[in-house]
């Protein structure tokens, strides 16, 4: 049902798409010894950002590039798709705002257990009410590549990159589904959005993912047309995209054609099989596969487990001996205030308390400082937070290994030679 429902949407869109813009492999595209600058992958991006797949335009954010805003841009933003467009027009793979005739074809379909279903336009969703959130946009796969240390897990390798600040803006979500006067039954306890984009193979699965109506997350939530003050490249979620602050990545569907509300959450492998964390950690890598994912032995990746992120010094900084100012960022899903910052300069041995200098909204990274003396020779340092409710980060992050390598969030560690 999902998919018949917003194919015409697709197809639609497809065509005035093709209609606006080139395909995706330019002439003239920039192909490097390693493969194709992040410039050509994505026009717009800045060039040499981490490619971990040029076909999906999925890329990652140097860290020296990343400390340097306080609000994530759009030119240096990590970006990840999950099906190829290469045939199709150009529209996310650049960072210019969607065409005219895109957004005013845009269809919204509000669906399911409701007496009234209903049609939205972008113009209806522009007259509305608007209200900002800052949030941190973080794949559940950033710091995948560290639990190789004890087993390889399959997927882009990110580092720290797959995460920014970011402001959105746009309708809050109830307000929203109240005003439309759906009639919903009571036994739509499932909200699932989906998204513009579709697989290659019919047989695969849409990004489409559920959540549960009475999820407080969900009144903190938008319907997003504006990151950072302009409208939405495509290739970010526009022309709208539901944002819940907070939310792993995968949470905020981008490109959002279909709201369904429903008894039962989709079916979707993208909220059944994948992005999934299973219920006991670490899991057995000789037992736990990637595919052994289902609804009882395994929850989704919905709030960002607290983290915290050294932004400075990185190796490449060449610190002096002597005093340093150690520096960086702390988020969780927002729900509590990060209230300690532990830094270590000898890999975890001792824990001094940095000074959190506070953040643009709750759901926005927390920035802490520490300065303290260190002398020349080599040093591990390491970054812990935790939050009032007590959550905090393992020091040893392979003790949440998971197949599908999610929700990396052990104390960070750089070793920086001063
Ligand atoms: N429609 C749609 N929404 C999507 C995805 C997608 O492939 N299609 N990828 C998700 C994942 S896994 C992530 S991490 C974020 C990435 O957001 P960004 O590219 O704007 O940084 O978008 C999410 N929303
Ligand atoms: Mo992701």
């Given at each position: 049902?999902?998919?018949?429902?917003?194919?015409?949407?697709?197809?639609?869109?497809?065509?005035?798409?093709?209609?606006?813009?080139?395909?995706?492999?330019?002439?003239?595209?920039?192909?490097?010894?390693?493969?194709?600058?992040?410039?050509?992958?994505?026009?717009?991006?800045?060039?040499?950002?981490?490619?971990?797949?040029?076909?999906?335009g999925?890329?990652?954010?140097?860290?020296?590039?990343?400390?340097?805003?306080?609000?994530?841009?759009?030119?240096?933003?990590?970006?990840?798709?999950?099906?190829?467009h290469?045939?199709?027009?150009?529209?996310?793979?650049?960072?210019?705002?969607?065409?005219?005739?895109?957004?005013?074809?845009?269809?919204?379909?509000?669906?399911?257990?409701v007496?009234?279903?209903?049609?939205?336009?972008?113009?209806?969703?522009?007259?509305?009410?608007?209200?900002?959130?800052?949030s941190?946009?973080?794949c559940?796969g950033?710091?995948r590549?560290?639990?190789?240390?004890?087993?390889?897990?399959?997927?882009?390798?990110?580092?720290?990159?797959?995460?920014?600040?970011?402001?959105?803006?746009?309708?809050?979500?109830?307000?929203?589904?109240?005003?439309?006067?759906?009639?919903?039954?009571?036994?739509?306890?499932w909200?699932?959005?989906?998204?513009?984009?579709?697989?290659?193979?019919?047989?695969?699965?849409?990004?489409?993912?559920?959540?549960?109506?009475?999820?407080?997350?969900?009144?903190?939530?938008?319907l997003?047309?504006?990151?950072?003050?302009?409208?939405?490249?495509?290739?970010?979620?526009?022309?709208?995209?539901?944002?819940i602050?907070?939310?792993?990545?995968?949470?905020?569907?981008?490109?959002?054609?279909?709201?369904?509300?429903?008894?039962?959450?989709?079916?979707?492998?993208?909220?059944?099989?994948?992005?999934?964390?299973?219920?006991?950690?670490?899991?057995?890598?000789?037992?736990?596969k990637?595919?052994?994912?289902?609804?009882?032995?395994?929850?989704?990746?919905?709030?960002?487990?607290?983290?915290?992120?050294?932004?400075?010094?990185?190796?490449?900084?060449?610190?002096?001996?002597?005093?340093?100012?150690?520096?960086?960022?702390?988020?969780?899903?927002?729900?509590?205030?990060?209230?300690?910052?532990?830094?270590?300069?000898?890999?975890?041995?001792?824990?001094?308390?940095?000074?959190?200098?506070?953040?643009?909204?709750?759901?926005?990274?927390?920035?802490?400082?520490?300065?303290?003396?260190l002398?020349?020779?080599?040093?591990?340092?390491?970054?812990?937070?935790?939050?009032?409710?007590?959550?905090?980060?393992?020091?040893?992050?392979?003790?949440?290994?998971?197949?599908?390598?999610?929700?990396?969030?052990?104390?960070?560690?750089?070793?920086?030679?001063?």
């Open positions: 049902m999902l998919n018949r429902r917003s194919r015409l949407t697709r197809r639609q869109f497809g065509a005035l798409a093709g209609a606006a813009g080139a395909s995706l492999a330019m002439p003239g595209m920039a192909f490097a010894a390693g493969g194709p600058d992040s410039a050509a992958v994505i026009k717009g991006k800045k060039s040499g950002l981490i490619i971990h797949n040029a076909k999906l999925v890329m990652e954010t140097p860290l020296a590039d990343l400390r340097r805003h306080a609000i994530t841009p759009k030119e240096v933003l990590f970006s990840r798709l999950h099906f190829p290469e045939g199709k027009a150009v529209w996310y793979g650049t960072l210019d705002a969607p065409p005219a005739d895109i957004v005013n074809n845009w269809n919204l379909r509000v669906d399911g257990l007496q009234r279903p209903r049609d939205v336009k972008i113009a209806d969703l522009q007259k509305m009410p608007q209200e900002k959130r800052v941190v946009m973080q559940a950033n710091g590549s560290f639990y190789a240390a004890k087993q390889k897990v399959a997927g882009g390798q990110w580092k720290n990159g797959g995460m920014g600040n970011v402001e959105w803006e746009g309708v809050p979500l109830r307000p929203f589904l109240d005003g439309l006067k759906l009639l919903p039954s009571k036994a739509a306890v909200l699932t959005a989906e998204g513009w984009d579709e697989p290659a193979t019919p047989e695969g699965s849409d990004f489409a993912k559920s959540y549960r109506l009475d999820d407080p997350a969900l009144d903190h939530a938008i997003a047309l504006k990151m950072n003050g302009e409208p939405i490249p495509a290739v970010h979620g526009g022309p709208v995209r539901l944002i602050p907070g939310y792993y990545g995968n949470m905020n569907v981008k490109m959002v054609t279909y709201l369904l509300l429903a008894a039962e959450q989709s079916p979707s492998a993208m909220q059944s099989v994948g992005y999934r964390i299973p219920n006991q950690l670490p899991a057995d890598p000789a037992q736990f990637a595919n052994d994912y289902t609804l009882q032995n395994s929850v989704p990746t919905y709030g960002h487990k607290i983290k915290s992120v050294i932004f400075s010094p990185l190796p490449e900084d060449k610190p002096k001996a002597g005093s340093v100012e150690i520096t960086g960022v702390a988020f969780n899903d927002g729900s509590s205030k990060i209230t300690k910052v532990e830094v270590s300069t000898d890999g975890g041995k001792t824990w001094k308390e940095a000074t959190i200098k506070g953040g643009l909204s709750p759901w926005a990274w927390q920035h802490w400082s520490l300065t303290t003396t002398a020349s020779g080599t040093h591990e340092l390491m970054s812990r937070a935790t939050d009032a409710k007590g959550n905090s980060q393992p020091v040893d992050g392979l003790t949440r290994w998971n197949p599908r390598g999610y929700e990396w969030n052990g104390a960070d560690r750089v070793s920086v030679t001063v």
